[in-house]
């Protein structure tokens, strides 16, 4: 049984029988199960750690340590056939699997409550008619094993859709077994997104992480008390204006813990790094003058302000928590006495990272630059960190002619790092007076105690302000420094259409004794309006993919499972860059909904190179690309997370599964499953929401459904529809 709310799902021996809310009458029930399929008792797999506790009624029926599983196996179901459902984060998981090919050429299922089942578009979707809605699935795959241990997609679709009996409808799947003897697989395509965070207005996700097995890490600063995900462990004594939350996922979106990190001031969380052990790097600043975490032996870690010197004064910090996130077993803080800002981290090595921000402290410790200039404002800085203590082995100072800041750095073959960020030029530069310029500086040698600054390479128009907000490197070893420009015209790259665009920027390697790195390319990337870059991702074959936010309702989104900008609205957006090509932008999509959107973090999956995950902060509350996930926790801002597709198409592609969800655990929403699979969903749709409404490949909702008029009430569960679409509704 999964119970949530005003919905339940009951797993039966031949299925399942959903209790839904409706505005028609006072539950919908709705049944799914196998045709034909003979009674199962299903078998509990996956036990997990969590127990429930049913304290319901008189005393002696009270029910403790109710052990929970995470998925459900029917051995049998259809001779030859199992059939299988596993919990997700987003929902509960289903497929077919046959050892034998010639098993699993034609499956039959069967609605118990629909109105009408219908077979479309040559059997690449099916459409089910409950009356006050129609649930669409689509997307359907197979795979069948190979002989030499490799899987190959098969044709099937939805067929021959019929009733059979009072509101009973049975439809089939049909699969095109090559080779009878070999294995065949029918499940879900599983992709996810969610909302996160607290029930303050303020709640950002700011960096996304992934270890060698796939799973995901994310950290972000929230306010208030912590919504979703649910409380995991507290480290120090929280309550101050903002915490840190740092979470760590499954590949497929599944919730494996979360941990709140501050005191009783603001605690920003902006960066984090995960090392081959499950350590995990999380960095960020702090007001707070005390931070006390338990220590392996059972003692009380302290770590105490350096000493500000008023309201306004911010270390900047690194803890290393141990793989359950339970724990710190490392602390630093760094910096002086006035303001410090961390912005990024990089991790180079087991031993080594290095952290970029700025400052406004005169009296940080081992500073290797020279400052003869003296201090002018804020400086950028960037500090190595000894992962082993941690502690901070040396800093660098980024000096201009007025207020510096670092925002990225990248190094090169453990020899030279490189830092971007922003700052004013000299007056003599003959830029406009209080603009900014984009900056790029090598710095080495990195592998010991004595780095050397090399010049900075100033890169900006002169009547706007230039920041580099990233770095990457090519294969052939050049440096890409990709940032936002409000100039009128960029640098060998022309003019800027709206009143910003993002830019990149090519140079040759600065390992030369002075530091020399020779500009060999420009362009620019935007619209019409404001388009301004925050995240930057490599996959392992060099590819680029950039985030951000913009206002430009041109801005180039063909292919993105969003092209549709909200009439005056600010959307994240997301987009595939090729270097040498013309226009740059080979795919790209909005990200966002009726408020405020902005991407700030991407990261590409190391396990599947077609598997994007994207994150930051949002004030929509309608992130509907399908349903399910975290609802949000707070009025204003909410951090968001979710994962894409990149081969989907963007006029299909769906995510099967059963919804299920734990009260009060991890909100199970709709779509489950593994990459390669099969899938069939449906969604909750609107008999009036008009014809070719937009499909995401999108998989679980970011769980706020508001859901108009006509809206189906199955699809606003977050948690216990029965197969999920990847659909995104379409905007007026």
């Not at 241990?149 to 009973?168: L, M, T």
């Not at 501050?262 to 995990?280: C, I, Q, R, S």
């Not at 600043?285 to 302000?305: A, C, H, K, Y």
């Not at 928590?321 to 803080?333: A, N, Q």
Request: hydrophobic share 35%; glycine share 16%.
């Amino acid at each position: 049984m999964l119970q949530r709310r005003d919905a339940s799902a009951l797993f039966t021996d031949k299925g399942l029988a959903l209790r839904l809310p409706s505005r028609t009458q006072r539950t919908r029930e709705l049944g799914w199960s196998v045709a034909g399929g003979r009674a199962v008792k299903p078998r509990a797999e996956k036990p997990r750690e969590a127990k429930l506790h049913r304290l319901v009624g008189p005393r002696e029926a009270w029910q403790r340590e109710v052990p929970t599983y995470g998925g459900l196996r029917y051995p049998g179901v259809l001779p030859g056939v199992d059939l299988w459902l596993e919990e997700r984060a987003e929902g509960v998981e289903y497929g077919f699997r046959a050892e034998r090919g010639a098993d699993l050429r034609r499956v039959k299922l069967e609605y118990d409550g629909a109105r009408e089942v219908r077979v479309v578009e040559e059997g690449r979707a099916l459409e089910v008619d409950l009356g006050e809605g129609v649930l669409r699935e689509e997307g359907l795959r197979c795979v069948q094993e190979a002989a030499d241990g490799h899987s190959r997609e098969v044709g099937c679709r939805f067929a021959d859709a019929r009733p059979v009996g009072q509101e009973r409808w049975e439809y089939a799947i049909l699969v095109d077994v090559e080779d009878p003897a070999r294995p065949v697989v029918v499940d879900p395509l599983v992709l996810w997104d969610t909302y996160l965070g607290g029930t303050g207005l303020t709640n950002t996700l700011w960096d996304i992480e992934q270890n060698a097995a796939g799973d995901i890490f994310i950290v972000g600063t929230y306010g208030g008390s912590l919504g979703a995900p649910p409380d995991g462990g507290v480290i120090g004594e929280l309550g101050g204006g903002t915490d840190v939350l740092v979470a760590r996922f499954s590949n497929d979106g599944g919730l494996v813990w979360a941990t709140q990190l501050g005191g009783n001031g603001t605690d920003e969380g902006k960066a984090l790094a995960v090392n081959d052990t499950g350590e995990v790097f999380v960095t960020g600043s702090t007001t707070t003058d005390e931070v006390q975490w338990n220590l392996p032996d059972g003692g009380v870690g302290i770590s105490r302000s350096l000493g500000g010197t008023g309201p306004s004064a911010s270390d900047g910090f690194m803890a290393r928590l141990d793989p359950s996130g339970k724990r710190i077993d490392g602390f630093v803080r760094f910096g002086g006495s006035d303001r410090d800002e961390v912005h990024n981290l990089r991790r180079v090595s087991d031993t080594r990272a290095f952290v970029v921000g700025r400052t406004w402290s005169k009296d940080i410790p081992d500073i290797k630059s020279p400052t003869d200039a003296g201090f002018q404002g804020s400086e950028g800085f960037v500090s190595r960190i000894d992962l082993g203590e941690p502690k901070v082995d040396w800093t660098v100072l980024i000096q201009g002619a007025g207020d510096d800041v670092a925002y990225d750095a990248i190094a090169q073959d453990e020899i030279v790092l490189y830092v971007v960020g922003s700052g004013e030029p000299a007056a003599q530069s003959g830029a406009t007076a209080g603009t900014t310029d984009a900056f790029v500086v090598p710095i080495f040698p990195i592998t010991n105690n004595d780095p050397s600054r090399k010049q900075i390479i100033r890169l900006g128009g002169n009547d706007g302000n230039d920041e580099a907000r990233a770095v990457s490197l090519t294969f052939t070893g050049d440096v890409v420094v990709w940032g936002n420009t409000a100039a009128t015209r960029f640098p060998n790259a022309g003019s800027v259409r709206g009143p910003s665009d993002v830019f990149a920027a090519v140079f040759g390697s600065g390992l030369s004794a002075t530091g020399d790195m020779p500009l060999k390319q420009t362009f620019l990337i935007g619209g019409s309006g404001r388009d301004q870059l925050f995240a930057l991702a490599t996959d392992g074959s060099g590819q680029l993919y950039v985030g951000g936010q913009t206002d430009s309702p041109d801005f180039p989104v063909a292919g993105g499972f969003d092209t549709s900008m909200e009439q005056g609205g600010v959307e994240g957006f997301v987009a595939k860059v090729e270097l040498d090509s013309r226009p740059p932008v080979a795919w790209g999509s909005f990200v966002g909904g009726n408020g405020a959107d902005r991407v700030h973090a991407l990261w590409s999956d190391n396990q599947n190179a077609s598997r994007l995950f994207i994150g930051g902060s949002t004030t929509s509350k309608d992130l509907n690309y399908s349903h399910g996930g975290y609802a949000p926790s707070s009025s204003g801002e909410n951090m968001f997370l979710m994962s894409v597709d990149l081969n989907a198409s963007p006029g299909g592609g769906t995510d099967a599964g059963t919804g299920g969800g734990e009260d009060g655990g991890t909100d199970a929403g709709t779509g489950g499953g593994e990459d390669g699979g099969t899938g069939g969903g449906t969604d909750g749709g609107a008999p009036d929401a008009g014809t070719g409404p937009q499909r995401s490949p999108l998989g679980w909702s970011c769980g706020s459904t508001n859901g108009g008029p006509g809206a189906l009430a199955l699809g606003t569960l977050v948690g216990l529809a029965l197969l999920a679409s990847r659909r995104r509704r379409t905007r007026a």
